[in-house]
């Protein structure tokens, strides 16, 4: 059943682009069943995991250079691990607005995913502080945790703004998010 859905997804449907059915064959003809079995097992929420790593994800993705279509097409795939990985990686940031990074995020579905997606794309934007603060203030666990993850892609860069942050979140309910604010008070004031 599994085989049957990623030839389809690797073909494409009617409404996806050329090169959304590239990247897909690109995704099929690199797949690693063993790295996809394992994320499985260890709750992956994706349905479908080709276990591409990331030097694989961004060897399609500099290969298809920027391009904001095929990166939103991508990241409205939400089952599929790699395309919601790749997509950041695809996106000009001189485009990306305030409002496509609150949407970006509200989409995130897993820590891989928010890692990702700010180490790629995030940090890069101008707004990137102010975007972590928002994240920081819903109140939702996932959104703490790419707020904080955010604060740790630019703490070298705002590391006010980090630290006080992770001050903030270290008591964090949620052994993740806790554990990022230790490490963002760890790079800010390594002698503390």
């Not at 990331?54 to 395309?83: C, F, K, Y």
């Not at 990686?89 to 700010?118: G, I, K, Y």
Request: aromatic share 4%.
């Amino acid at each position: 059943m599994e085989r049957e859905t990623e030839q389809e997804i690797a073909r494409g449907t009617s409404r996806s682009s050329d090169a959304m059915r590239a990247v897909k064959a690109e995704f099929l003809a690199m797949k690693n069943g063993i790295v996809a079995d394992a994320l499985r097992k260890a709750g992956s929420p994706f349905r479908l995991i080709f276990g591409l790593n990331l030097p694989q994800i961004a060897e399609i993705a500099a290969a298809h250079g920027t391009d904001n279509a095929l990166a939103e097409e991508l990241w409205a795939n939400v089952t599929v691990r790699e395309s919601m990985l790749l997509a950041p990686m695809l996106v000009d940031t001189a485009s990306f607005t305030p409002a496509d990074a609150r949407r970006w995020c509200d989409a995130v579905n897993c820590t891989e995913v928010a890692d990702v997606l700010c180490h790629r794309l995030l940090r890069h934007l101008p707004f990137a502080a102010v975007l972590a603060r928002q994240l920081l203030e819903t109140g939702n666990v996932t959104d703490e945790y790419t707020g904080l993850r955010l604060f740790l892609n630019i703490s070298r860069t705002c590391p006010q703004a980090a630290e006080a942050a992770a001050r903030t979140h270290i008591g964090s309910s949620d052994r993740r998010n806790a554990l990022l604010a230790a490490d963002i008070i760890d790079r800010v004031c390594p002698n503390a």
